[in-house]
């Protein structure tokens, strides 16, 4: 090899990391054009989002993403009121209540995102891997775009990650965040609430398990397809579901755990299925395309 090969191979090198450098996403505040005059009261107030479930969301949990960004004040009313909640008012709340209002900020800030880049523009390198509409699309959608909330700078990652699987450890959220994508949990078309957050995490585990494309029993080849979710996040079902039953033989921990929670969701049959160890369990793959819906809503 000629000497000036490796010093050009240097060069261009050195060039690539210097135009990611420069076009890298940086992290930046995502504000809000609101009629929010100041914030909502002590009680805090789900209705313009639940509003925008109600009325922007289907009974299979897709959204009209191009109806809800030409109608999107409410959703922007709420996404502002987020930014002033007391945290005060916050800490006085229930366990279950706090974990509702971060499950709701994640929601609702997603479907910001969303409404914010659609139609999404799709890039040439993403969409070798990724469905060229996806959120996947979207440069530094969960670790760069921030949002206030409750008078801090967070993104997506950071309630995710950081407040609701660290500061709560409760594994049923990953049946309730919802990520934009088709692969994720179906979004409920009513906000989640302190109240009745065991109703809903269980009514979405059967939602989301009566769904082939990601979770079923396929007793005739002995396997068990289950959602990727599973296997991305099976560590967070330890704790709670880890001890249930007696380990299946040739299980890991994670995935012990979640059989046991995937066993307390089903018609006794498949629960029974569950408890052998003479299956095998196939991640299934994700799907990113957007959950969207173009189909008019139907007004009951």
């Keep these: 090899m000629k000497w000036w090969k490796p010093a050009i191979l240097l060069m261009l090198a050195v060039l690539a990391i210097g135009w ?3 076009l890298r996403p940086r992290p930046r505040l995502v504000t809000f054009q609101t009629s929010q005059k100041e914030t909502i009261g002590p009680g805090f107030s789900y209705d313009s989002y639940g509003a925008v479930l109600e009325t922007d969301v289907d009974s299979q949990g897709l959204v009209a993403y191009q109806a809800l ?3 999107r004040h409410r959703l ?3 996404a502002a ?3 002033t909640l007391s945290p005060a008012t916050y800490s006085r709340w229930t366990r279950e209540e706090q974990i509702a209002f971060w499950i709701n900020a994640y929601n609702s800030l997603t479907l910001e995102v969303i409404i914010n880049h659609y139609p999404i523009r799709p890039s040439l390198l993403r969409s070798v891997i990724f469905p060229r509409n996806s959120i996947r699309q979207i440069p530094g959608v969960w670790t760069e775009l921030q949002f206030e909330v409750m008078g801090r700078k967070l993104t997506l990652d950071h309630i995710e990650h950081q407040t609701l699987r660290k500061e709560f450890a409760e594994p049923r959220i990953h049946m309730a965040l919802v990520c934009a994508g088709k692969g994720c949990p179906p979004l409920r078309q009513e906000p989640y609430v302190g109240s009745r957050l065991e109703e809903q995490f269980a009514d979405q585990a059967r939602k989301f398990l009566s769904q082939p494309e990601k979770f079923r029993i396929d007793r005739l080849q002995n396997r068990v397809y289950l959602s990727p979710l599973f296997e991305w996040f ?4 330890v704790a709670r579901y880890g001890g249930q039953e007696k ?3 040739g299980r890991n ?3 012990n755990a979640v059989l046991n929670f995937l066993a307390a969701h089903l ?3 498949d629960r029974r299925y569950l408890t052998q160890a003479d299956y095998q369990v196939v991640y299934l793959d994700y799907d990113w395309s957007l959950n969207e819906t173009t189909a008019p809503k139907e007004i009951s």
């Design 20 to 22: 990611w450098w420069l």
């Design 69 to 71: 960004k030409a109608n």
């Design 76 to 78: 922007d009313d709420f």
């Design 81 to 83: 009121a987020l930014g």
């Design 234 to 237: 099976g560590g967070d079902f």
């Design 247 to 249: 380990a299946r033989e």
């Design 253 to 255: 921990a994670a995935e």
């Design 267 to 269: 018609e006794p049959d």
